[in-house]
């Protein structure tokens, strides 16, 4: 029997206190008890002791064959660029997932950008991630109509050497990616500098016209997903902000509006959401930061990017569990759970645009306004367009 000892935490509530244990790859599920307790030892901070009975390998390599396998297929209507590397060289990859039409020059791309993975020990943002993907490039008729109104630009993982170290904040160099946005070096922050400047060309660009931003993250100390966002003087452009949420809950049982919150937390101000609104000059963005759970910094640093009509939001998913809205039960996160929340992010997409009027609210037969190439093409869903056909 192998016992972890994990010390240094500083929170003093943790889901750990209520049940939940580190994830464990393994042929069997043996009962694992866990203590999380203040340690006189450790400055008094907290620390986390299981016991497991042998210890386990990680497999670090499934969001590159899950890319491969993806590329592979040849859809028309995705592409797979490398965007920049790591410090320690490791591919900083860039979906694009859009109807062939909308990828020429000459088109106007309305775009929403989505990464994950800035915080490596954050593996549910991952399944979120790969939940969204699957629906955006499945045949579900819901999938076919955001490809022909909108281009997503997905990063999977900004801090590939973090995931690989196994570190569960940090980079290699020992930075918390999420507080350097403002500022981010080429050489000790090579995958947040080559985000930073493609967002930044984008939203320069005249055939660009970006709408959202969504970081993926985890929460360690609370339950559901929820989303954080930055506050606005203009009673107006607060009411904007909130309409993704609400609509998200419509879509979403494990989503709670009664954990979304709105702040101007100056300790935020290097993260991404705090960025958006400060460096370009141009059209509104709505961004929001799809965090599990775990931390508004993408957020609140992207505030500086754009001007101050831009909205930031963070959508945070638990690492442990949820309460349902219709049964008021708790349930454990699953993989299955987690994807699930991935399809319905995407499912909001399609519902906050009919509000706006972008994407007609009754769709021209054949579900998409395109009916060639991209438009009506797909993968099958491989877990994302058959499973959620009929239920959501």
Not at 146 to 157: A, E, G, T
């Amino acid at each position: 029997r192998v016992i972890f000892t994990i010390v240094n935490f500083s929170k003093t509530k943790s889901l750990y206190r209520e049940g939940m244990t580190p994830v464990v790859k393994s042929t069997s599920r043996p009962k694992m008890h866990v203590y999380y307790y203040r340690c006189p030892e450790h400055r008094k901070n907290y620390v986390l002791s299981f016991a497991l009975p042998t210890a386990t390998t990680v497999h670090l390599h499934r969001l590159q064959a899950y890319l491969d396998s993806l590329e592979r297929k040849g859809l028309d209507y995705v592409q797979r660029d490398l965007l920049g590397l790591s410090v320690q060289q490791r591919r900083l990859d860039l979906l694009t997932v859009s109807h062939p039409d909308n990828l020429t020059d000459e088109a106007q791309k309305r775009v929403v950008f989505i990464t994950a993975r800035v915080h490596p020990g954050e593996t549910p943002a991952s399944f979120v991630c790969q939940g969204l993907i699957d629906f955006l490039v499945s045949s579900h008729p819901i999938a076919k109509q955001l490809r022909d109104y909108l281009v997503f630009k997905i990063i999977p993982m900004l801090n590939p050497d973090g995931v690989y170290l196994g570190n569960y904040r940090c980079s290699l160099m020992g930075f918390d990616l999420n507080r350097h946005w403002q500022e981010p070096s080429p050489w000790a922050h090579p995958t947040i500098y080559a985000c930073k400047k493609a967002m930044i060309d984008m939203y320069n660009s005249k055939d660009h016209d970006i709408d959202f931003f969504c970081d993926l993250h985890a929460h360690s100390t609370l339950m559901n997903g929820f989303m954080y966002g930055n506050t606005f003087d203009d009673p107006d452009k607060q009411e904007r902000q909130n309409v993704f949420p609400k609509l998200f809950q419509q879509n979403a049982e494990d989503f709670s509006l009664t954990n979304t919150n709105f702040n101007r937390d100056a300790v935020k101000a290097g993260t991404g959401r705090r960025l958006v609104l400060l460096e370009c000059d141009r059209t509104w963005m709505l961004s929001y930061l799809v965090l599990s759970h775990f931390c508004t910094s993408v957020l609140l640093a992207l505030v500086g990017i754009f001007d101050d009509s831009v909205l930031c939001y963070t959508l945070e998913v638990s690492f442990f569990s949820y309460m349902a809205n219709s049964s008021g039960g708790t349930l454990p996160y699953t993989e299955e759970g987690y994807a699930k929340l991935g399809r319905n992010l995407a499912r909001t997409f399609l519902d906050y645009y009919k509000v706006q009027s972008v994407i007609p609210s009754m769709p021209v037969a054949g579900a998409t306004g395109k009916s060639k190439g991209g438009g009506s093409g797909g993968a099958s869903g491989g877990g994302a367009g058959g499973k959620d056909s009929s239920s959501r």
